[in-house]
């Protein structure tokens, strides 16, 4: 059988699960990809530190170019994550030929359009599974196996450390800083934690998502994005009451008016499959015109969940090695040449449903007030609810508003927040349908 040689730029949490699913299951490996596979230098930072994977057999090495220079590796496995040095590592081993396994969605998302044509440019292929959902087959899934579909929308949770924390707020009505601390123990947050929370890490798979959804070059920077940081257990309460839990959620939908690529937690109706996506998993939903609503959920991150993805892109590899790259799977799923640019739309401009928690002075005549105000921008109310104060006379009303554009719900609330009843500045959250 033929031998694959791979190299690692990177031999942290996902790297050492790599060599030890590789090892583990190099039977079934070699049977799907007429290949052995095996993995011959690794590159880390401390090549002293114990490792969850035995690196018997394995150069170990802190220069990244003893393995991209290597003409016996076939394969690069870029496992380090941040831009640079990945960048430049990754553009040095597509132009020498190498064909690169990456699970860096920060640099995918800012730099994919740059890293797929070097990629081509030297006939070679660049995949990317695991940057998005951890172990879930999605990119696999939007590629071939929706391929008949014009895809309508999708919508994920794609963060794990921000469901989680969502779903211990829920839970057990902790406040949102005291659970962040605990995923912080439990080392699911990214080092910066504020990817996690403030949704850039969701953001940039939703990027990704979405050019794969709509046959679109990666759009980074037009990715609306709202964290989940002022979620209240308060908010999380009053939701569950009018049906609904709270989900931080990337959406992509694609109208006559454009594609809407955003972050933000979302008030989703708890009948839906994905509102009961609890913990660190993660799930997405993708409809398409022909097959309907599909779900896709499994866990997002995590050792060997992570290099599952990572080893099922070292087989498509191997079955593949003497095709042209034109020849194999595009890397967005579209023939390069065949990305469309689409008008994007600012949040402004987008429709969605809205939850409102209004807090107010209890008083005769302040609903009126409110009603007559949200009437004349249009907006209807599907449901309320009013808590009456429990110390002090600030009253809290809870709205679910219909379908609106944002800046009518922005126009309508600047008239709100300026009635003399309302104490304090409205929290508005978006809702879904996922219909
Ligand atoms: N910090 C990420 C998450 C890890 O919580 O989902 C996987 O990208």
Not at 30 to 53: D, F, H, L, P, Q
């Amino acid at each position: 059988m033929k031998v694959v040689k791979v190299g690692l730029l990177g031999l942290g949490t996902v790297g050492g699960g790599t060599v030890n699913v590789l090892k583990r299951n190099s039977i079934e490996i070699s049977r799907r990809s007429g290949c052995e596979v095996v993995v011959t230098k690794a590159c880390a930072r401390n090549i002293t530190r114990e490792r969850i994977c035995d690196t018997d057999g394995i150069q170990l090495t802190t220069n990244p170019n003893d393995v991209i220079n290597d003409p016996d590796i076939q394969i690069v496995l870029e496992l380090m994550g941040g831009d640079e040095p990945a960048k430049s590592l990754i553009l040095s081993a597509l132009s020498q030929g190498k064909h690169v396994v990456t699970a860096n969605k920060a640099l995918i998302a800012s730099h994919g359009n740059e890293l797929f044509a070097a990629a081509a440019d030297n006939n070679v292929t660049l995949a990317y599974e695991a940057a998005i959902a951890g172990g879930i087959p999605i990119v696999k899934a939007m590629r071939e196996g929706l391929s008949a579909n014009k895809i309508e929308w999708l919508a994920g949770i794609i963060n794990g450390t921000g469901n989680f924390i969502l779903t211990e707020m829920r839970d057990k009505g902790s406040a949102f800083a005291d659970v962040l601390k605990e995923a912080q123990e439990l080392g699911y947050a990214e080092a910066d934690p504020e990817y996690d929370v403030e949704g850039i890490d969701a953001a940039h798979k939703l990027c990704i998502l979405a050019s794969l959804a709509f046959g679109m070059p990666l759009n980074f920077e037009k990715v609306y994005t709202e964290g989940i940081s002022t979620i209240t257990p308060l908010d999380v309460t009053y939701a569950e009451e009018l049906g609904y839990r709270i989900k931080h959620l990337g959406v992509a939908r694609k109208s006559d008016a454009g594609v809407e690529m955003r972050v933000h937690p979302t008030l989703i109706p708890e009948k839906r499959l994905i509102a009961n996506v609890d913990g660190v998993m993660n799930a997405v939903v993708v409809k398409g015109d022909a097959v309907g609503s599909t779900l896709y959920y499994g866990p997002g991150a995590g050792a060997e969940a992570t290099a599952s993805s990572v080893i099922a892109d070292i087989v498509d590899i191997c079955r593949q090695l003497d095709v042209p790259s034109d020849k194999t799977v595009p890397s967005l799923g579209f023939i390069s040449d065949q990305l469309q640019e689409i008008a994007l739309l600012p949040i402004e401009d987008v429709t969605t449903a809205f939850y409102l928690r209004l807090s107010v002075e209890d008083k005769p005549g302040v609903m009126a007030g409110i009603t007559t105000i949200l009437a004349e921008n249009g907006i209807s109310i599907e449901a309320m609810l009013q808590k009456e104060p429990k110390h002090g006379t600030t009253a809290q009303v809870i709205l679910l508003t219909n379908s609106v554009v944002e800046k009518g719900l922005i126009a309508a609330l600047k008239g709100i927040e300026s009635l003399d009843s309302i104490k304090e500045p409205a929290i508005r959250i978006r809702v879904e349908s996922l219909q």
